[in-house]
């Protein structure tokens, strides 16, 4: 059981515009914390995406986007690409937990 | 250029101990703060233990205890020593740098991983 939760799967067809939610609570993503999202295709290790809520590292298109509101935080991805199917990951700091916590993960298939 | 590189993971008995070590080149260890991330075969990322600029060092509450993160800054050169070893402690372990040098710790560069198991 993740401390930040995140559906296991999505899925959208070449050119459609999917969101991936991250769901926290009061001692992480609702005290404030950043969140961090991490893309993974198989084999890979984890890629840093999007940092500090909506901020892209360099070379990461600009269809990926980031947001927070509350307890949540979400990934939109715009302009879906066959490469974009991956496994998706949110992250953050938990006060309570004086540590990094991530989501479980959410698979993204393009249809 | 600017890498990490994990060595050190194999197949160890329940009970027993394994240190892990992550190369770093490109940049300095000690000047930033160093983790180690592990995820169990098919499942989510875990975060395991994060090593502070000041040497101050943090650690998920499943390896507290049983894990000690350290650093050798004149083989630039990030550890984790791994004791008491169990079943689900089988996972690839990644060592990353962290980017943000405060409390919202975020990784930009990770290793490609090293996979230890644990069975008899």
């Known amino acids: 059981q993740s401390v930040l939760t995140q559906p296991p799967s999505v899925s959208g067809a070449p050119g459609q515009r999917v969101t991936i939610s991250c769901t926290g609570s009061s001692s992480n993503i609702g005290a404030g914390y950043d969140v961090h999202w991490y893309q993974q295709l198989p084999g890979t290790p984890p890629k840093l995406l999007i940092y500090?809520?909506?901020n892209r590292p360099s070379g990461v298109p600009d269809r990926f986007s980031g947001s927070k509101s509350g307890t949540s935080a979400s990934l939109a991805i715009t302009g879906l690409q066959a490469e974009d199917e991956a496994d998706y990951y949110c992250?953050?700091?938990?006060?309570?937990?004086?540590?990094?916590?991530f989501g479980g993960g959410t698979k993204l298939t393009v249809l | 250029e600017v890498q990490l590189v994990e060595s050190g993971g194999g197949l160890i008995q329940p009970g027993g101990s394994l240190r892990l070590s992550c190369a770093a080149s490109g940049f300095t260890v000690s000047s930033n703060y160093m983790t180690w991330v592990r995820q169990a075969p098919g499942k989510g990322l875990e975060w395991v233990s994060l090593?502070?600029?000041?040497?101050?060092?943090y650690y998920a509450d499943s390896v507290k205890g049983r894990f000690t993160i350290s650093r050798d800054n004149s083989k630039n050169t990030l550890y984790l020593q791994m004791n008491s070893l169990r079943a689900e402690d089988t996972a690839i372990y990644y060592c990353?740098?962290?980017?943000?040098?405060?409390?919202?710790?975020?990784?930009?560069?990770w290793g490609r991983g090293t996979l230890v198991t644990v069975s008899s």
């Open positions: 992250q953050s700091y938990d006060s309570s937990l004086s540590g990094v916590v």
């Open positions: 090593i502070y600029r000041t040497g101050s060092t």
């Open positions: 500090g809520n909506n």
């Open positions: 990353a740098r962290d980017a943000s040098s405060d409390s919202n710790w975020y990784f930009d560069l």
